[in-house]
């Protein structure tokens, strides 16, 4: 994360980029907020959430055209059902992809790398130093500052200028420093953009043209098959290659102390490197490893997001129904059926006269207002047909009294706006739930059960508890709400918001900030 006008904005790991919005969950940004001394914000709150392959798999048709999809073929033909073909170059591929080069310590391999940088920089040869994230960016650039080596570094707190430094990374003497961020979407022309420098194109094929330094391994070959892409376009001249020590994450990962014992049976000695195609060949199993447990991981939140998948359908396409329907009350009409059915049957199975049973509070929390304790009483007890009859005549009688105050539309307006927010509001909670149940319904595993199975059992009763919930909800609000009368006193008009006051915590004795002259607690801030 990087700190930027007061706020942590996220990097993505992968591209090197901001992501405003984005914050961490449980708590964790937070923390950060107060570790960096900046205003600590409310948590995030989930109000509806796909993963990519979902989202991806609602158009019609997909496709696409890159130049590192080779290496993902599988997960492209398992997830999408899209096969992968690779069409070959307009002009043949002249760049020198050179062997890695192995060292034991980082000390060791930083030397190396500026030793390089060093020697492509005094022969004007343009340079691409692409490195792991933010940190190492800025590491790489102290060490050639110590040198007195001249450069510019693109990372996520300068990619405003992305575009203008990538695709100037051809010219003579350009030494830039990057994260995978790497400019996509800009061509790097030899000579740069500039049509004056274009007599430079010649001179710099003759140094060798661009020059990409991986000062790594990325757990991707994906993402070092993008580094090396930026040199070598349609047909130039370029060179490529990648400097890996034993402490690096990825050799750690793999296991240095095996390369160690090979390294050592060969010889090598301090600040020297081993350059063999084998080592390069171990390197990509160690990558097709990592990518392999990381598809793995996709995968199964795949599997776990198809069962919330088939809930989201349902929700949105009802939401999308009643957003274009003509007539609402039919909704509430058919859920008033479903209601009464439902307190029917508790009412038979109420064998108790007690007034605080089950059913009683059940029954009353939807009654609510709209009936007194005496009726109430009574009406529990009233045969099964009477019963029924008495709950619709009511719902029937509040209905008619917001139409005669607002008129049919408005009436039917105001039934479809609060059923489209108790959907709204009662599947953010169902996500919310469903996020800490995928979090802990894992340890299932040890008491010998398919943790995927125990999540579609466990959804599935909390889905039909909300779909019964957004029925009793609309049916109780219906019941107990009541139109206002309009104040007829004159009205403050109010001015524009003060920004001073946008996001901050208003006193309820303070003036509103809506300018109104009020205090906040008898204008905005109301109860």
Known sequence: ?????????????????????????????????????????????????????????????????????????????????????????????IRNDWNDQIFRSLKEKDDAIIKKINECSKNSQPLLVFTANINKSEHYSELLKKEGIKHTVLNAKNHEREAEIIANAGTKNSVIITTSISGRGVDIKLGGINPELNKEKDEIKSLGGLFVIGTERMESRRVDNQARGRSGRQGDEGSSIFFVSLEDDLMRIFGSESMNNILEKLGLKDGESIDHPWINKALERAQQKVEARNFDIRKTLLKFDNVLNDQRKVIFSQRNNIIGAENTFEYSDEFLKEIIIKLSDLKKLNLSKDKNSEYSVQIKSILGKSFEDKEISSILELKDESFEKEIHDK??????????????????????????????????????????????????????????????KEAFSLFETLLFKLKSDLITILLNVTIAEKNEEKEVEPTKIDPKYIGKKMSRNEPCFCGSGKKYKRCCGSL
Request: proline share 3%.
């Open 1 to 93: 994360y990087i700190i930027k006008d007061g706020q942590v904005i996220i990097i993505d790991e992968q591209t090197g980029r901001q992501l405003p919005g984005r914050r961490f969950g449980d708590g964790l940004h937070q923390s950060i907020e107060a570790k960096e001394r900046v205003e600590v914000q409310n948590e995030n709150q989930t109000l509806a959430s796909i993963t990519y392959q979902n989202y991806f798999k609602l158009y019609k048709k997909i496709s696409g055209c890159t130049g590192t999809a080779a290496t993902e073929a599988e997960e492209f033909f398992e997830i999408y059902n899209l096969p992968v073909i690779s069409i070959p170059t307009n002009k043949k591929m």
């Open 395 to 456: 719902f029937s009688k509040k209905r008619f009294e917001r139409e005669e105050k607002l008129g049919k539309n408005q009436a039917q307006e105001l039934e479809k706006r609060i059923l489209l927010q108790l959907i709204d509001q009662n599947w953010k909670s169902h996500i919310q739930y469903l996020e800490q149940l995928r979090g802990v319904i894992g340890l299932r595993s040890y008491g010998n059960r398919d943790p995927l199975i125990e999540y579609k």
